[in-house]
């Protein structure tokens, strides 16, 4: 079984700082998954990748699959941006997700 | 497309009793996820189907938690009896054939669970 482990648990940082998620797994991917649960509980999908880098706005996405290793990077965070940060993968041949157990980010302003 | 529905929204029932849970995929997905989230466990995945055909269900805690997707726009998850323990948020997921290995989940709303 797959085991997923994030850091930091928690995050606070000020308003237009840049923003660093980790997201480490012991067993060889087919992809990971990066998702957003506002404090509301509404879960979003934000990434879907399996090599290289992935952007979206002011988010970007990497991995590195020999080292078995995520980021997930914020530039010019903004208050909106709080909300916990998940990442899952998902293994060979099999659809379904493991997750890590999350990252409270916290932005003030 | 109105995205993944779940009912209800929030349920508080009495230890014994049974609880239904409800989901609507997206129209033309074809893979529909359960999960279960909570403060201890965070979320775990509890079944999933694949056309409507249970795939992987051995997420599922025990033999109280059941589920069934009799076509391809509806699928139940029902706990009987019901459980403290039982007790949170409930999520619903679909998506589509995964392509090149990559499949988006889009996730319903959820069901807040509460088992007195």
């Known amino acids: 079984k797959n085991e997923v482990e994030q850091s930091p648990q928690n995050l606070t940082a000020q308003e237009g700082e840049f923003i660093t998620i980790n997201c480490s797994y012991s067993v060889g991917i087919s992809a990971l998954h990066w998702l957003q649960q506002h404090p509301g509980g509404g879960i979003v999908s934000l990434f879907m990748?399996?090599?290289g880098k992935k952007k979206h706005g002011r988010l970007i996405a990497t991995i590195n699959i020999q080292e078995k290793h995520s980021s997930l990077h914020i530039t010019a965070s903004h208050p909106r941006d709080s909300a916990v940060y998940i990442c899952a993968v998902s293994d060979f041949g099999n659809e379904k997700l493991t997750f890590g157990t999350g990252t409270r980010l916290t932005i003030i302003p | 497309d109105a995205g993944v529905i779940q009912s209800p929204r929030h349920e508080v029932t009495e230890m014994g009793q049974e609880v239904t849970l409800r989901c609507k995929p997206i129209?033309?997905?074809?893979?529909l996820f359960w999960y279960r989230q909570t403060m201890m466990r965070g979320l775990e995945l509890l079944i999933y189907?694949?056309?409507?055909?249970?795939?992987?269900d051995s997420g599922m805690p025990e033999d109280r938690f059941s589920a069934k997707m009799p076509n391809a726009s509806f699928s139940t998850l029902k706990i009987q009896p019901s459980e403290p323990r039982d007790s949170a948020v409930y999520f619903c997921?679909?998506?589509?054939?995964?392509?090149?290995?990559?499949?988006?989940?889009?996730f319903g709303p959820g069901t807040r669970l509460t088992v007195l």
């Open positions: 129209s033309g997905h074809d893979y």
């Open positions: 990748l399996s090599s």
């Open positions: 997921a679909s998506s589509l054939t995964p392509h090149s290995g990559l499949n988006e989940q889009f």
């Open positions: 189907f694949n056309n409507n055909v249970p795939i992987d």
